[in-house]
């Protein structure tokens, strides 16, 4: 079948550059970036050159960046670092609307005795920066952990006012920048946060590979033990990954200008159209003051129920989501639109449509042509 693939906030298509850029660290480069011949000594290179692209995608200094297996790994890397080194405060702040790798580690850490504050958003998706500074305290809170945008609206977090917050109070801040990596010019000095994490395979590179920038100065622990990137993550580099990784991170920075209008406009059309297909659509996040990433809209068809319409799309070709990827197969609504306080109906027919680079215009003319009649064929089986 020939896919109108409106998923990429669940993952992305891997760029034929970053393919080709890895294939000989596939065959023939097989070396180990720590030996001390001169085989190994060439991928070591490869992997110092992947970094120096991500550092200048980042705005960092190549030594602040080390390789992970992912976003996953970066964000649990980051809160477990960051609370083995802190000698002040046990309290950990989040956001009520985390991706799940940051959520689920802030619930074991909760069952475990931790004191774990979850920042509410407003109907908009908006943090409440009120709430936010009632809880940063200088001798209480451990560490804050704040992504940068949500993977299921769009919605974009003021980080920088939120590193400014933690920092007045001596608090280090972790920032799951993985949606906004590629689709927002991204500089993590501007962005001001202690710790960022990224992900190759949400910008065009391959799974299984990721970075966290950890500030020059940062007290900060390993977590996988080993001498590798500076003894702060061990194990043998998957270099493939992460010279596909840096390949990627150049083509994204390099297409950023051009893409974001294209994108947001073929985001804008869709979201248009839909909501004049359907007077009972609504968009969940977003609006006046509340920023959202270009690519990303969440539709809710109420009346309708997400797995059904995702399962009629997927019929027709359309692949897209209802929010968490890790959450199909339940019929419980996602937690970011209940944090949202969306209504239970609306939330139940939500629909997340993400689209990337490759995007065309063909794919939001067939996607605006599915779904209506999808939501129509629903409402009439009252599915
Ligand atoms: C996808 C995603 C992750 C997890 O990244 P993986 O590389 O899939 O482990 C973390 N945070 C956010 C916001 C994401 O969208």
Not at 86 to 111: C, F, M, N, P, Y
Not at 298 to 303: D, K, M, T
Not at 312 to 324: D, Q
Request: net charge neutral; glycine share 10%.
């Amino acid at each position: 079948m020939d896919w109108t693939y409106l998923d990429n906030n669940a993952t992305t298509s891997i760029d034929p550059q970053a393919v080709e850029a890895m294939m000989p660290y596939l065959t023939e480069r097989y070396g180990n970036p720590s030996s001390v011949h001169d085989f190994g000594g060439q991928v070591r290179a490869a992997v110092e050159g992947a970094r120096a692209s991500v550092a200048a995608a980042l705005g960092c200094d190549p030594s602040e960046i080390v390789f992970t297996s992912g976003g996953t790994e970066s964000d649990n890397m980051a809160v477990r670092g960051l609370l083995a080194a802190r000698d002040r405060g046990t309290q950990i702040v989040i956001s009520a609307v985390e991706h799940s790798a940051v959520r689920d580690l802030a619930d074991w850490l909760e069952k475990s005795g931790r004191e774990v504050i979850r920042v509410p958003v407003d109907a908009a998706g908006r943090l409440n920066l009120a709430a936010l500074e009632a809880a940063v305290a200088p001798d209480e809170t451990a560490l804050v952990s704040i992504m940068h945008a949500n993977n299921e609206t769009g919605v974009i977090f003021p980080a920088a006012r939120i590193a400014e917050l933690c920092r007045e109070r001596g608090v280090p801040f972790h920032c799951d920048a993985v949606q906004s990596f590629g689709k927002l010019p991204l500089n993590v000095r501007e962005l001001g946060a202690d710790l960022v994490s990224i992900s190759a395979h949400k910008f065009h590179g391959p799974k299984g590979v990721g970075a966290l920038y950890v500030r020059r100065g940062t007290r900060f622990r390993p977590w996988l033990l080993g001498h590798q990137e500076r003894r702060r993550r061990g194990g043998t580099e998957n270099v493939p990954g992460i010279v596909g990784m840096g390949e990627a991170a150049r083509l994204a920075i390099e297409s950023i200008a051009v893409e974001t209008g294209r994108v947001r406009e073929l985001r804008d059309r869709l979201e248009a159209g839909l909501l004049a297909a359907d007077p009972s659509a609504r968009v969940n996040g977003g609006g006046e003051g509340c920023p959202r990433l270009p690519n990303t809209t969440n539709i809710s068809f109420p009346g309708c129920q997400s797995e059904a319409l995702l399962i009629g799309l997927s019929e027709r070709g359309v692949a897209a989501s209802s929010g968490a990827a890790c959450s199909s197969g339940s019929l419980e609504a996602s937690h970011v639109l209940r944090a949202m306080a969306v209504p239970a109906a609306a939330a139940q027919g939500a629909l997340r449509l993400s689209l990337s680079r490759f995007t065309t215009d063909a794919d939001i003319a067939r996607a605006l042509e599915t779904i209506p009649a999808v939501v129509a064929r629903l409402r009439a089986l009252k599915v």
